[in-house]
């Protein structure tokens, strides 16, 4: 089966060559395709969940030293790795939960207010 076109052929958006095709490009720069509007996460919160698996990875660390032997000594493993990991978890769940905020009042605006 082949789908009528009304005689219309189907729009084809072309990239610049040297450039791939990514999902939200569109013909103007700073356009996002509606696919890409509702995405819940952007760079910002990768960013944010990069930090707190650090976090966790240096509180496992921490906590994976051998030297620990009794708590009335001074053990990295007993008293710092604790602060790292639930700290690292508590960041990551604010990565996550953070929502995407759009900026009030650009360069473009202020400088139009000025002229």
Do not use: C, W
């Not at 356009?31 to 509007?37: K, L, V």
């Not at 996550?96 to 139009?112: A, D």
């Amino acid at each position: 089966m082949s789908k009528k076109t009304n005689g219309k052929k189907p729009q084809v958006l072309k990239t610049p060559i040297g450039q791939k095709a990514t999902p939200g490009h569109t013909e103007k720069r700073g356009h996002r395709s509606p696919a890409m509007q509702h995405m819940p996460f952007v760079r910002e919160n990768f960013v944010h969940l990069g930090i707190g698996i650090a976090l966790l990875i240096i509180g496992y660390l921490f906590m994976s030293d051998d030297t620990f032997t009794d708590a009335a000594e001074f053990s990295t493993a007993l008293y710092i790795a604790p602060f790292f990991t639930i700290g690292g978890y508590v960041y990551i769940l604010f990565a996550i939960l953070r929502g995407h905020r759009k900026r009030i009042g650009g360069r473009g605006q202020n400088e139009q207010q000025e002229n």
